[in-house]
């Protein structure tokens, strides 16, 4: 007690950015396993549905979007409680919030867009889940995920305008790759 009063404001600053950081890159390792599997979920449910309605013609097919959504929270759920507890902090739950508004904005747009105001929501979603990624770099300090979500959100957005059938799933599919890679990079950048 007697050595903390005698901590310089210098070293306090010193030991409060050592503590953000530590956090910072434990939350770095466990997001990586993350990243790698929603990319893999977004990479086999967008290559599937793209198949069945280019097979079929029917788009009713992108309503195993929603399915997604369960398996991968599920999945998330079992791999979390057998890992290591990560340190809570102001870093971990904001990254939850943006991953959180993200799920939200998507799944309720795309109920807009089939029961509501049609729009190109290939397009949006795109951009949003871009921008997460971009958001949830920047919250990292990590460039890979930053330029990751940049080139999937922005790249992403062009190829949507340019695309006009199902064939814009396919920009997902490249978008869970994007996804795969960044986590397999973080990965190795935390070992």
Same mark, same amino acid.
């Given at each position: 007690? !007697?050595?903390?009063? !005698?901590m310089t404001a210098? %070293?306090?600053?010193?030991?409060?950015? %050592?503590?953000?950081?530590?956090?910072?890159?434990?939350?770095?390792?466990?997001?990586?396993?993350?990243?790698?599997? &929603?990319?893999?979920?977004?990479?086999?449910?967008?290559?599937?549905?793209?198949?069945? &309605?280019?097979?079929?013609?029917?788009?009713?097919?992108?309503?195993?979007w929603f399915a997604?959504?369960?398996?991968?929270?599920?999945?998330?759920?079992?791999?979390?409680?057998?890992?290591?507890?990560?340190?809570?902090? !102001?870093?971990?739950?904001?990254?939850?919030?943006? &991953?959180?508004?993200?799920?939200?904005?998507?799944?309720?747009?795309?109920?807009?867009?089939?029961?509501?105001?049609?729009?190109?929501?290939?397009?949006?979603?795109?951009?949003?889940?871009?921008?997460? %990624?971009?958001?949830?770099?920047?919250?990292?300090?990590? &460039?890979?995920?930053?330029?990751?979500?940049?080139?999937l959100g922005i790249?992403?957005?062009?190829?949507?305008?340019?695309?006009?059938? %199902?064939?814009?799933?396919?920009?997902?599919?490249?978008?869970? +790759?994007?996804? +795969?890679?960044?986590?397999?990079?973080?990965?190795?950048?935390?070992?």
């Open positions: 007690m !007697e050595q903390n009063k !005698e210098s %070293e306090m600053l010193s030991l409060i950015a %050592e503590n953000m950081n530590n956090s910072r890159r434990a939350i770095l390792q466990n997001s990586a396993k993350h990243f790698v599997l &929603w990319g893999a979920l977004l990479t086999v449910f967008s290559l599937g549905i793209y198949l069945l &309605w280019h097979k079929t013609g029917n788009p009713g097919w992108n309503f195993l997604m959504s369960l398996v991968g929270y599920g999945l998330v759920f079992l791999m979390d409680r057998k890992a290591a507890p990560v340190p809570k902090s !102001e870093i971990g739950n904001l990254l939850g919030y943006i &991953w959180a508004t993200f799920g939200v904005f998507s799944m309720c747009l795309s109920l807009i867009a089939i029961f509501a105001v049609p729009m190109h929501i290939t397009l949006v979603i795109i951009i949003i889940l871009g921008l997460a %990624e971009s958001i949830s770099g920047v919250v990292l300090k990590n &460039w890979p995920i930053i330029i990751a979500g940049a080139i790249g992403g957005a062009v190829v949507a305008v340019i695309l006009k059938s %199902e064939a814009q799933l396919l920009l997902f599919t490249l978008g869970g +790759v994007l996804l +795969v890679v960044t986590g397999l990079i973080v990965k190795l950048q935390y070992k």
